[in-house]
């Protein structure tokens, strides 16, 4: 990659695999925008994604992207796809021969591309400059001025200070993270009035300091809706994972009134994924947060209202009104309610991990946290595709992962996928037949005692950082004596609640319910949390979006 010297202006960059016509595009946009644009040119997709989260972290702004349509492991669409996820406002433009605008004309409405240019662009006076001064004009006038961050001042192992870093990325809201003990942690603090004895300290764009704030708190000052616009909608969906962000834009854009309600932050566990390989239309992968974030985009868009930080306790049903109580003691209510509640990562329950958690012990991946990895030894819990994606993220910067599977084997749980990837790492080792003993470290995690279930043998080993990715706990207990669940607390739906087909006891309509229907009519279910889900994202959107049709048809007859 080669550049412009000065770090001050405006980047314009290009992207093409031939050097020779790398260089030719660099040298007609150096001609004319030089001097007032910064220049940058790639020659693979990858390296320039390198480059655009390079200038991200360093807050430079990217004003035009130009890249060519044929690019081996990547091709120009497949590369403005992720470039939109770093840099959104950036105006997009695809080189293409004659024979490829066809795509460059679908590429139109996937990635809302701006302009393509056909090869050769000679003479750049009649066929490039006019695009680019276009587009450059429409640039300028969108304002794309960086955004400011919040600050937040923490110690390294710190529960509460991972907890805060964890809330602001998964909430897509940017920050920069400041130890404690660097200076300008010091002068952080220092300017709040505060001494360092209670963090983290967050302070906020608009220079408002927050000291051990909840996630309520967080969300309110950074800009994140946590009240409601009404008392009363269509559609209440419970929970922001891909099922009820997947019902939020199908209810909203078929003109239900929707708000989704979220406990914590969008996107459920799939949200922290690092990388999702096998859901429909992303053939190079795509990471759950930037998954969630088009969903969430997309969601607002249609006019869904989206609250976080809002746990709810209670489901009361009173005639054709469902009220959706919250733990404040405020509440809302709909005509249908659809639970999207998901599932939790079951707590492990050995020796010492109880204080070290959020100190080097991590449930789910943590994302935040990869960078700190570098060069160290991980150990990942865990057989199932989250624990799988984890392992083949951390394993870019790790010394080593080892995953501990209680079971004989991987492929009973794993994706078949994963399994040849992890078989192919050579820093990733599994074993089988183990499981965590028991934890042990001071301020944070510095051991482990890892026993063989067969024999029963115990070895301590050397561990800074566990992430762990076992079972599925549904977050359902708020339903009981309400709505049907089974034995370990999955919500019964449909034909599922009895075993002779019948509707469930105390179902009063003439119809049986519909296939995602509780038995509260109305209330439906969709995605992890409903029993016997296949505990994939593309089944959760799946039936996120099942449930809006059910719902259609419940309100038609009411």
Same mark, same amino acid.
């Given at each position: 990659?080669?550049?412009a ?39 693979s ?16 702004q ?7 349509y ?88 710190s529960?509460r ?6 809330f602001?990325?998964?909430?897509q ?5 400041y ?42 000052h950074?800009g994140?809706? &946590?009240?409601?616009? +009404?008392?009363?909608?269509?559609l $209440?969906? %419970?929970? =922001? *994972?891909?099922?009820?962000? #997947?019902? !939020?834009?199908?209810?909203?854009s ?11 932050a969008?996107g ?26 088009r ?24 005639g ?38 959020g100190?080097?012990?991590?449930y789910?991946?943590?994302? &935040?946290?990869?960078? +700190?990895?570098?060069?160290?030894? $991980?150990? %990942?819990? =865990? *057989?199932?595709?989250?624990? #799988?994606? !984890?392992?083949?993220y ?11 599977v ?39 995690l ?31 207990d ?7 669940r089974?034995?370990?607390g ?8 009895t ?5 469930p006891?105390g ?12 038995? $509260?009519?109305g ?10 889900s ?15 049709m ?9």
């Open positions: 990659m080669t550049q010297a000065s770090p001050a202006r405006t980047v314009i960059l290009t992207v093409d695999d031939d050097p020779g016509v790398s260089r030719a595009v660099a040298r007609d946009l150096r001609r004319r925008y030089g001097e007032t644009y910064r220049i940058v040119r790639a020659e997709g990858d390296a320039a994604l390198d480059a655009l989260r390079e200038l991200k972290l360093r807050g430079d990217v004003a035009v992207i130009l890249a060519d044929r690019m081996p492991q990547m091709n120009g669409i497949e590369f403005l796809e992720q470039a939109l996820d770093v840099y959104p406002g950036a105006r997009r433009v695809l080189l293409t021969a004659y024979a490829d605008t066809s795509a460059a004309i679908d590429a139109i409405n996937v990635i809302d591309l701006d302009h393509y240019l056909l090869k050769p662009w000679d003479p750049p006076e009649e066929k490039l400059y006019p695009v680019l001064d276009d587009l450059l004009d429409a640039w300028r006038s969108a304002d794309y001025r960086p955004v400011a961050v919040c600050k937040v001042v923490g110690h390294r192992w529960a200070s991972a907890g805060v870093r964890d602001l990325a998964r909430s809201v940017p920050y920069r993270w130890s404690a003990d660097t200076p300008e942690g010091r002068r952080l603090l220092s300017a709040a009035g505060q001494d360092g004895q209670r963090l983290p300290l967050v302070v906020t764009p608009d220079g408002t300091p927050l000291v051990e704030p909840e996630d309520a708190d967080l969300a309110e950074v994140l809706a &946590t009240t409601p616009t +009404a008392e009363f909608y269509d $209440v969906v %419970i929970g =922001g *994972g891909p099922a009820g962000l #997947g019902a !939020a834009v199908y209810g909203a078929e003109g239900l009134r929707t708000v989704l309600v979220e406990r914590s969008t459920g566990q799939a949200g922290q994924s690092s990388r999702i390989e096998n859901y429909l239309g992303f053939p190079d992968g795509v990471s759950g947060a930037q998954l969630t974030d969903a969430r985009r997309q969601a607002t868009r249609f006019g869904a209202e989206i609250l976080t930080t809002r746990e709810v306790t209670g489901l009361d049903v009173t054709a009104s469902r009220t959706v109580r919250f733990s404040d003691g405020s509440a809302i209510a709909a005509h249908s309610v659809i639970l999207a509640t998901g599932v939790s990562y079951r707590q492990l329950a050995a020796p010492g991990l109880a204080d070290l958690t100190c080097g012990v991590f789910g991946s943590a994302l &935040t946290e990869a960078a +700190a990895c570098q060069g160290h030894d $991980v150990y %990942i819990v =865990g *057989g199932a595709n989250s624990a #799988g994606q !984890a392992a083949m951390l394993s870019r910067g790790a010394k080593s992962v080892t995953i501990l209680r079971g004989s084997s991987l492929s009973t749980s794993m994706s078949h996928y994963l399994v040849q990837q992890i078989d192919d790492a050579p820093n990733i080792s599994v074993r089988t037949g183990t499981v965590v003993e028991a934890a042990h470290g001071s301020d944070h510095e051991q482990l005692t890892l026993k063989d279930v067969a024999s029963g043998h115990t070895e301590l080993v050397d561990a800074q950082w566990m992430f762990v990715f076992i079972g599925a706990a549904p977050l359902t708020w339903l009981d004596g309400t709505v049907l089974d034995p370990r999955f919500i019964m739906a449909g034909p599922d609640m075993d002779d087909g019948q509707p006891a179902w009063e309509l003439d119809r049986p319910p519909y296939h995602l229907e509780t038995n $509260v009519p209330v439906f279910v969709a995605g992890d949390a409903r029993a016997e296949a505990k994939r994202v593309a089944s959760a959107v799946g039936e996120g979006a099942m449930a809006v059910l719902v259609h048809r419940y309100l038609e007859q009411s």
